[in-house]
């Protein structure tokens, strides 16, 4: 199991970004995925989950209504869209799934917000 993450860099606040987590090694479109971040000195918290076919999604309450997170099975891609971003959404973004008997991890991509 692979997961690679990509897209995140530095925004001014009020502006967007989309992560994309592209994923290999498994049967993609079997699996729930989530957005995890990590702020420093801070612990990893789940920011958005997604079901195996995209149909139910779920949100931390501290993005909902400006995060989307959706998939493109074909493509064997998560992505999570973030818009009105603020300086508390500064972190490193992991996607994350559990296959099996484990979880895995992606190396993750930094996000940083500027006020």
């Known amino acids: 199991v692979q997961l690679v993450e990509s897209g995140g860099g530095l925004v001014q606040s009020g502006g967007s970004l989309r992560l994309s987590c592209a994923a290999s090694?498994?049967?993609?479109?079997?699996?729930?995925m989530r957005w995890y971040r990590q702020a420093p000195g801070k612990e990893r918290e789940l920011v958005a989950f997604?079901?195996?076919?995209?149909?139910?999604?779920d949100y931390a309450d501290s993005v909902k209504g400006r995060f989307t997170i959706y998939r493109d099975n074909s493509k064997n891609t998560v992505y999570l869209q973030m818009n009105s971003l603020k300086p508390e959404d500064t972190a490193v973004y992991y996607c994350?799934?559990?296959?099996?008997?484990?979880?895995?991890w992606g190396q993750g991509t930094q996000v940083t917000v500027s006020s």
């Open positions: 994350y799934t559990h296959v099996i008997v484990r979880g895995y």
């Open positions: 090694g498994f049967t993609f479109s079997n699996y729930a």
């Open positions: 997604i079901t195996s076919a995209g149909g139910s999604t």
